[in-house]
Structures are given as structure tokens and as C-alpha cells.
């Protein structure tokens, strides 16, 4: 097991690097001028060349993406040139925004959707098979910002039960999840983020069991005499890589936040900080960021597989 | 385990069954895949049921243990096993009986064997569920079964999972488990049949080797003659559903009575001469959907009579423990008054 970890560690540097790459890459990607935004669209050419030298575009493409990586290796994305704070501040408070309300939707997405598709895999073509996925389709082609709306509507404006949007009065910094007065802001979000996730992990675990379910090695079990909950245990464990697989994915989008969902309850994550970034053509912000989050897949796809590969010894093999 | 000592006043069939049907609904069509089988085996007996793809061999062997999915089959007829009616079974009585009165070997070993537990854990579950041992007890027994079956460093075996193991090692772990909790009676599912032809023999001869040791009472699925004859106290060939021909493995092979026996004899190397020219059956079994009115071997049969399409032959007693179903067998027997 030990061997495959350090394999797998190792395999995750290239696609580190790659992403580091195309992350940078992003200044020259996107359209129009990273410097039209900050300089007076007066300004003489001498100000301008200023400017460039200052923040390094003037240097070779290689050389100054030797550079970058230095400095984002030692935990420096440089300065937002929209709000003039350091990137690093900006990414990680808005990540950690999105992680509270990750650790709510996260849970309550793998666990319903978990669920709902057991029940649905345990019996296929049931009436319960097809009410969990006909709501799972629901769940997936609903516009969840459309959702969250309708939340608001209901719970706060007809209800008043709710708040509607933000983060509540203690703001990011001191939001505390045992505290109600805090904890409410975050029910809304977390259940309209949930919700897509909840819908293709309830589709891909019937999936997955449907297919272990007409295996002969389930026959096997049934002539040892073994019960029904016996069976089922076997066939969790041997469909359980793929929907880890399934897993791994939601939770990368869930850590990437939303960028409707957080912009309907303008909460203060990183897809909200993402869209402003882009309106705004703030590359380093959207540097750090891309970046972060891609480090927080990769990082999750090395999670999936170490645990795929404690649950079916084929694929240690691999 | 101790098979040397066969109750000789337990005279009764281990198993009885009676006139079975297994129809499978689904929404296009009924398939009739087995129709009206009867035969019994006594305990420490060994019966083949020899046919081909589609003759509802594997069928009769899982409808025997309920194997089939309730949904869409419909079971008749009566199943005795050890005097319990199986088909009358709750789910309880049911479970005890599977693995535990009654085991099954597959022809696949290693889509059979669940492929996340190590065989060892497979065996020890089995085990554990039948005979309510600790897990160290459970894998004592376990490692007895592994030397049992001539598994070579059934230690380090016993935790190997099962794409580590070669398909006769698999199959043999496969036969390990069956036997773990000491069943009367044993359902092989053609075990051989996936195996290559030298692992085939060592299979067989293990088997052979344990049923007798056992004293098991053993059904053996097979298509292959060979085996058959190899195995077999007694043969019964399946046409269609239909038991065709039933005897003594030694009467059966000197003496196919049935067109479809002597068709399968004659599609089978057995030391001709190598010029002659191996005889297939001509056409191919009837759609189970649509069976035939009368016998439904004969569209194919080489000595088809116009009655052979109104009803099917009744049975004949050739001698006291042979069985045919051909109308051409009374007719024999009349003649040679």
C-alpha cells in the first residue's frame, strides 16, 4: 500500500506542473490587456512600459513563468490589481468561505445521494427505483440557481423563516457553525448546492449497483445461504470505486463553489470571488484561484484513488 | 464429514423431483425452459445431466436451490431434497439450506468468486453463517478445505483474492467453499467446462476423488460426454427442457436408446477411426418460445414419423432403470415379442 501512495504522489507532480502551466498561461490566454484595467486609458507610453517592467511582462514567457512559480511556491500569487490585497489573502478567505458551506452541502449531498441510490440499486425497476430517478433527473436539469431563488421566495419572503442572502452579521471571519444566528444563512445555499450532486451520485451508485447485481458472483453469495443484507454488503463494497470516483468530481465542484448559486445568496466563496475576477480581468486573482482549486482536485483525485484501491485489490495491481 | 459409513437403511432419494416446469415471463415472450422433468438421485449417487446450450440443464440445477429470479419465473412441480419441499421453503429454512444441505460449484470461477474478498474471507463467511464458528475456528476449518482440495500453500492462499489465483486454483478454492459446510448434496454447474483441458482432468479427478470420500450426492451439469462418462453413475440427456434418456452410465454409452443420445455419441470422438468423418446433428434445438407440438427432437431426428409431430412420446422402460421417451422404443420392444 505504501508503494502505491508514493507511485500515485508521484504520478500527481506532472499534472500539478501541467495545471501550473495552463494557470499561467492564462495571462496571455485571455482577451485584451491584464493592464487596461489599472492604468488610465490616457497614459503615455513611458508609464505603460513603467508599469510592465514593474509587474514583469516584459521578460521572456519562460523566464517569467520560472519566476511566478517561485513566488507561488512560496505561497506568494502577488497583488490583486483590483483591491491591491495580496491574492493569497483574497483566494484563501474565499475558499474557506466556500469550505463552510461545503461542510454542510458536502455530507448532506453524499449521504442523500449515497442513499437514495442504494435504495434505488436494492430494487430495480420498483416503484422507489423510479421515484428516486425520476427526482434525480429532477435534481440534475433543474437550474439549481433557479432553485435557490424559489428557496428565497418560499423560506424568506413567504416564511420569513431564513435569511436570504450573505453571511450573516458576524460576517466571514467570526461565522460560526454553532451558532444559529450564523448557522441559518447557510441552510438555503448548502441544500440548493447539494442538489446536483445529490441527483448524479443517487444515479450513479444505482448505476453501478445495477450492474454489480447481475454479476454471477452474486449467485455465488445467494447459494452460500447468505441473507439479503449479507448481499447487499457484498455488492456496496464491489460498487463503491466508481461512485468514489463520482464522489471525488462533486466534491471538486462543491470546493469550487458555485458561481450562480453563491452570486443568488451572494455568499462570499470562491465562485463568487472567481466571477468578480473575471469581470473584473484580475488575472492574479484568477491565477491563485484556478490554481487552488485545481491543486484541491488534484488533491482529491490522489484521496480517490488511494481509496479505491484500499477497496479492490485489482486495481493495486495497476 | 464422515462419508465412510453410508446409512444403508436411508434407502429414501436424496433428492425427488417431480414433474418440474421453470417458465421465464418477460414482456416479449414465455420461454419454456424446462418442461416436466422428473428423476431422483440417492444419497452418495452421482447423476449427469448431459444436454446441450439451451437443453435447461443449468436451469433444473438452479431452480433445485431457488436460484432463479422470483420475479420472472415461474417454478412447478415438487423438489425433495433430504425431505424438505424446497419449492415450499420460507426464506429462513431456505438460507439454511443453501450452502448448507445443498452446495453449487459454477462453471466460472472467477466471475463466481466475489472479487474484493480474498477466498479465504469468502470461505470463512460461509462458514461462519452455517456453523456459527469463531473466525479463527472458521479459518482452521477453512485451511483444512484448502489442503482438502490439494491447494499447494493453502496458507498464503487462503489470502489471496481471486484474480490472483490460476483458474484451477480458483476453481478448486470454488469447490472448497462448496464443501465447507459438509452438504449432502452437491450441484455442479458444468466446473470443468472453463478450465483448460489438463486442469480439466485434475478438476475431475478431485471431484470424483471427494464425492466418494463424502459419500455427496452429487447432480453434474455438463455437455461434454467425456466428463460425463468419466463421473457418472448415471446419465440423463436433456432435450429441450426434457428428460429424453435416463440409465446407468455404462448402459447408456454401450447402448444409446434415444435418436438424440445415439446423435450425440456419434458427434463425439471416441477413438474412431481418424479418416470417418465426426457426425453433427443436423439443425439446431427448437426455440423455447415456440416449442413444437409432439416430440421436440423431431424435426431433427433422422427416423421422425408423422406421429412424432402430434404428441409427445410417453415414457418406456427399456429395462428396470433405463428410461427412454421415443415412440420407436415400445415399438422395439413390441417386435421382439
Not at chain 2, 437443453?55 to 431452480?63: D, P
Request: net charge neutral; glycine share 8%; hydrophobic share 45%.
Amino acid at each position: 500500500m505504501f508503494a502505491i501512495i508514493l507511485r500515485r504522489l508521484i504520478y500527481a507532480i506532472p499534472i500539478a506542473l501541467g495545471v501550473s502551466v495552463v494557470c499561467f498561461s492564462l495571462v496571455y490566454l485571455a482577451p485584451g490587456d491584464p493592464l487596461q484595467t489599472i492604468l488610465p486609458a490616457d497614459a503615455s507610453a513611458d508609464t505603460i512600459a513603467f508599469i510592465k517592467h514593474e509587474y514583469g511582462f516584459d521578460r521572456p514567457i519562460p523566464v517569467q513563468f520560472f519566476f511566478w512559480l517561485t513566488r507561488v511556491l512560496q505561497g506568494d500569487f502577488g497583488m490583486s490589481i483590483a483591491t491591491r490585497r495580496p491574492v493569497v489573502d483574497e483566494v484563501l478567505g474565499s475558499l474557506s468561505n466556500t469550505a463552510v458551506l461545503a461542510t454542510i452541502a458536502v455530507p448532506l449531498a453524499f449521504l442523500i445521494g449515497y442513499s437514495l441510490g442504494v435504495i434505488a440499486g436494492c430494487f430495480p425497476g420498483g416503484w422507489l427505483d423510479k421515484l428516486v430517478t425520476g427526482s434525480a433527473v429532477m435534481g440534475v436539469s433543474l437550474p439549481n440557481y433557479w432553485v435557490g431563488i424559489v428557496l428565497v421566495i418560499i423560506f424568506s419572503v413567504e416564511m420569513m423563516a431564513l435569511p436570504a442572502t450573505g453571511m450573516g452579521p458576524n460576517g466571514s471571519t467570526a461565522f460560526s457553525l454553532f451558532r444559529w444566528a450564523d448557522l441559518q444563512y447557510l441552510i438555503l445555499p448548502a441544500i440548493t448546492l447539494a442538489l446536483v450532486p445529490v441527483g448524479i451520485l443517487a444515479r450513479s451508485t444505482r448505476a453501478s449497483l445495477a450492474e454489480i447485481r447481475n454479476q454471477d458472483f452474486v449467485t455465488t453469495l445467494r447459494a452460500k445461504g447468505l441473507g439479503e443484507g449479507a448481499i447487499v454488503r457484498h455488492m456496496l463494497k464491489n460498487a463503491m470505486p466508481p461512485v468514489l470516483a463520482v464522489m471525488g468530481l462533486q466534491f471538486g465542484y462543491l470546493m469550487g463553489g458555485s458561481i450562480l448559486v453563491e452570486t443568488v445568496f451572494t455568499w462570499p466563496g470562491s465562485g463568487f470571488v472567481l466571477s468578480k475576477a473575471i469581470i473584473n480581468r484580475d488575472i492574479p486573482v484568477l491565477q491563485g484561484s484556478i490554481l487552488m482549486l485545481a491543486m484541491i482536485f488534484v488533491a482529491t483525485n490522489l484521496v480517490v484513488d488511494l481509496l479505491q484501491a484500499a477497496i479492490d485489490p485489482r486495481i493495486r495491481r495497476a | 464429514m464422515d462419508g465412510t459409513l453410508m446409512p444403508q437403511a436411508d434407502i429414501a432419494p436424496l433428492v425427488e423431483i417431480e414433474d418440474l416446469t421453470v417458465r421465464f415471463t418477460s414482456r416479449e415472450a414465455t420461454v419454456s425452459a424446462v418442461n416436466g422433468v422428473s428423476f431422483s438421485v440417492k444419497p452418495g449417487e452421482v447423476l449427469c445431466i448431459l444436454g446441450e446450450s439451451g437443453s435447461g440443464k443449468s436451469v433444473t440445477l438452479r431452480a433445485m436451490m431457488r436460484l432463479l429470479p422470483e420475479k420472472r419465473t415461474t417454478i412447478t412441480g415438487r423438489i425433495t431434497i433430504a425431505g424438505q419441499d424446497v419449492l415450499g421453503l420460507n426464506a429462513r429454512d431456505l438460507r439454511a439450506l443453501r450452502g448448507g444441505l445443498v452446495s453449487m460449484i459454477f462453471q466460472e470461477p472467477m466471475t463466481a468468486l466475489d472479487p474484493v474478498y480474498t477466498v479465504g474471507e469468502q470461505i470463512i463467511e460461509t462458514l461462519r453463517k452455517h456453523r456459527n464458528m469463531s473466525r479463527e475456528g472458521a479459518r482452521a476449518r477453512a485451511l483444512d478445505l484448502f489442503e482438502l482440495v490439494k491447494i499447494p500453500s493453502p496458507e498464503r492462499r487462503l489470502d489471496s483474492y481471486p484474480h490472483e489465483l490460476s483458474g484451477g486454483l480458483r476453481q478448486r478454492a470454488m469447490i472448497a467453499m462448496a464443501l465447507s459446510c459438509g452438504p449432502r448434496l452437491l450441484l455442479a454447474d458444468e466446473p470443468t467446462t472453463a478450465l483448460d483441458a489438463t486442469v480439466q482432468i485434475q478438476v475431475l479427478i478431485l471431484l470424483r476423488r471427494l464425492q466418494r470420500e463424502l459419500g455427496m450426492g452429487t447432480i453434474f451439469v455438463t455437455h461434454d460426454l467425456g466428463v460425463a462418462s468419466e463421473i457418472a453413475d448415471r446419465i440423463a440427456v436433456m432435450y429441450a427442457g426434457r428428460i429424453v434418456e435416463e440409465g446407468p452410465v455404462a448402459d447408456i454409452l454401450a447402448n444409446p436408446r434415444h435418436p438424440y443420445t445415439q446423435g450425440l455419441m456419434a458427434s463425439t470422438v471416441h477413438g474412431q477411426h481418424r479418416d470417418a468423418d465426426i457426425q453433427a446433428i443436423p439443425g439446431s434445438p427448437p426455440d423455447l418460445r415456440r416449442m413444437p407440438a409432439g416430440c421436440s427432437f423431431g424435426p431433427r431426428c433422422p427416423t421422425s414419423q408423422p406421429r412424432c409431430r402430434e404428441a409427445f412420446p410417453p415414457i418406456s422402460h427399456p429395462s428396470a432403470d433405463r428410461m427412454v421417451r421415443c415412440f420407436r422404443e415400445g415399438e422395439e420392444a413390441k417386435a421382439s415379442f
